[in-house]
């Protein structure tokens, strides 16, 4: 019984160790490092005719990108004939004739980017690089084959291997009687789950190589790095989300590639690993969600950009916050006056009457506001109706004019500088309730008195322009695209005193649009704003 429990251990260990040292150490790293280096150079060669063909330099992205992967390969035969020297042979052949066809390689570059006479020798030469092709391909093709050898055998000596053992265990199983059948009922099936182990062993080693071909295709930034922070992996989503392309990336140091690798180490020393942080990039700020898996040869980043979603809850907590700022106000206003008129002795008529006018106002900026943000949000969803009508600009602009002077000050003075008739094609209500917007604002933010101004003319093309200027505080420069942002709001502390939705002119940019037209600013702080829109001409 010690004897052929023995026998079992040793029976699983050789075939455990077979299926480790043949297939997962030896013949599928061979055999798909002799592939590679074979494609590899299929994609030199083919880049380089088809350079030869067009004269396009960027056919030859491929075979940039092969070089230095076929000599990574080469590299990784050499070291894998340290367990097979038999094949040092094939192995120092093939990286021969490598080096060969890549000097052939670059001689005919060299010579196509020289020009027609270059051209004409680089195609004199194509008999002989096919000569050197054809010699390689036989090469590496000896070597696949020999690696296909080494598989089946490994398969024969196993085979072998487990139906000796087998019989084995069904004689010593019959000379032992019960303690034989006991066996029977253990040793088979331990030896057949140890079979199907190699077996999974060999689909593991295959799974690994079309693992890393399969995050080709995912969508988060993956880069892998070595000990020395050298980057060794590095997925088609990072060349998206960084810029940088995958042989400038390759090879280097990740800070010397990619300088914003450097703040998400930092993130990760303070956070763990898992964090969100925000990169500076060349061209933009991104935020991402960065997972950092350590093992003992490097590590590897997962990078997902979140930017929509950071922007997403930045709207929704400025939403929030402005909303309840501008919302309270009014309601104080009218629970306030409220709450007064509600005291028995009050019996003045006439504050009686200035209360309930209040409450009446401030209702009506509580259903401006709550306006606003409905028709909002039905712009976000496209669910507003724009009607193209042929308008007279000039008298719709008179109209708001007259309207919002029963909002101006002493201190304002309103004027309307337009040609007689200048007719444009818009939404008649929605285009008035712009312009009463954009008057508003330039009364609001212009809180010492000045000129407003609506001047309505014609373009040199086929537009008409409505500006509307002020004298007040100004925008500054940096803020001239923000001020049309959804939430934006030039005083959002109220340290001028100056509230609003921020709402306004985000409403105001999107029906312009939606009639075909544009909205723009000119600004200059403590000199006063000028907003333009332009109208397609009736």
């Given amino acids: 019984?010690?004897?052929?429990?023995?026998?079992?251990?040793?029976?699983?260990?050789?075939?455990?160790?077979?299926?480790?040292?043949?297939?997962?150490?030896?013949?599928?790293?061979?055999?798909?490092?002799?592939?590679?280096?074979?494609?590899?150079?299929?994609?030199?060669?083919?880049?380089?005719?088809?350079?030869?063909?067009?004269?396009?330099?960027?056919?030859?992205?491929?075979?940039?990108?092969?070089h230095p992967q076929a000599a990574g390969d080469v590299r990784a035969l050499q070291r894998l004939t340290k367990l097979r020297p038999e094949l040092a042979g094939d192995v120092s052949r093939i990286q021969g004739e490598v080096a060969q066809l890549q000097r052939f390689y670059r001689t005919q570059v060299t010579l196509i980017g020289e020009g027609p006479e270059g051209r004409l020798r680089a195609q004199s030469n194509i008999f002989a690089g096919k000569a050197l092709f054809d010699e390689f391909r036989d090469t590496s093709g000896q070597l696949i084959a020999r690696a296909d050898a080494i598989v089946a055998s490994a398969q024969h000596d196993q085979r072998r291997t487990f139906r000796f053992t087998v019989g084995v265990v069904v004689v010593a199983a019959i000379a032992a009687l019960a303690i034989g059948l006991a066996l029977l009922r253990i040793v088979p099936g331990r030896l057949a789950a140890l079979y199907r182990r190699e077996q999974e062993a060999r689909v593991a080693a295959e799974y690994g190589a079309r693992a890393s071909r399969s995050l080709e295709h995912v969508v988060d930034a993956v880069v892998l790095l070595d000990a020395d922070d050298v980057i060794r992996y590095w997925n088609p989503a990072a060349v998206t989300s960084f810029g940088v392309s995958e042989h400038d990336a390759l090879n280097r140091s990740a800070r010397q590639a990619v300088p914003a690798l450097a703040q998400i180490d930092e993130a990760l020393e303070q956070g763990g690993s898992t964090v969100m942080t925000k990169l500076a990039l060349e061209d933009r700020e991104s935020w991402f969600s960065v997972h950092e898996s350590r093992f003992s040869e490097g590590r590897v980043l997962v990078l997902r950009d979140v930017t929509a979603e950071q922007q997403l809850e930045r709207a929704r907590s400025d939403f929030l916050a402005t909303a309840s700022h501008e919302l309270r106000t009014p309601l104080s206003a009218v629970y306030g006056a409220a709450r007064t008129l509600r005291r028995p002795e009050i019996s003045d008529a006439e504050l009686r009457t200035r209360l309930i006018t209040m409450i009446e106002e401030e209702a009506d900026r509580l259903a401006e506001i709550i306006d606003r943000i409905l028709v909002s949000s039905q712009l976000d969803r496209h669910e507003l109706r724009i009607e193209h009508e042929r308008i007279d600009v000039r008298a719709l602009c008179d109209s708001v004019l007259a309207s919002t002077a029963l909002r101006a000050s002493p201190r304002h003075t309103l004027v309307l500088d337009a040609e007689e008739q200048v007719w444009a094609q818009s939404d008649p209500n929605r285009l008035r309730q712009v312009l009463v917007n954009l008057v508003d604002n330039a009364l609001k933010y212009s809180p010492e008195g000045g000129i407003v101004e609506l001047r309505v003319h014609r373009d040199n093309g086929d537009g008409v322009l409505i500006d509307v200027t002020d004298q007040g505080l100004g925008i500054a420069e940096q803020e001239h695209d923000q001020v049309f942002d959804k939430f934006f709001r030039a005083d959002p502390e109220m340290i001028r005193g100056i509230g609003g939705s921020g709402l306004g002119l985000y409403i105001s940019r999107e029906l312009i649009e939606q009639m075909g037209g544009s909205i723009t600013v000119s600004s200059t702080p403590g000199e006063g704003s000028t907003f333009t829109v332009r109208l397609p001409v009736a």
């Fill in 1 to 66: 019984m010690m004897l052929l429990a023995a026998l079992a251990v040793l029976t699983t260990r050789l075939l455990y160790q077979s299926s480790q040292d043949r297939y997962v150490k030896e013949a599928f790293p061979l055999r798909a490092a002799a592939r590679d280096v074979l494609l590899q150079m299929v994609n030199e060669e083919t880049s380089v005719r088809g350079y030869l063909i067009s004269g396009d330099s960027a056919s030859l992205k491929p075979y940039y990108a092969a």
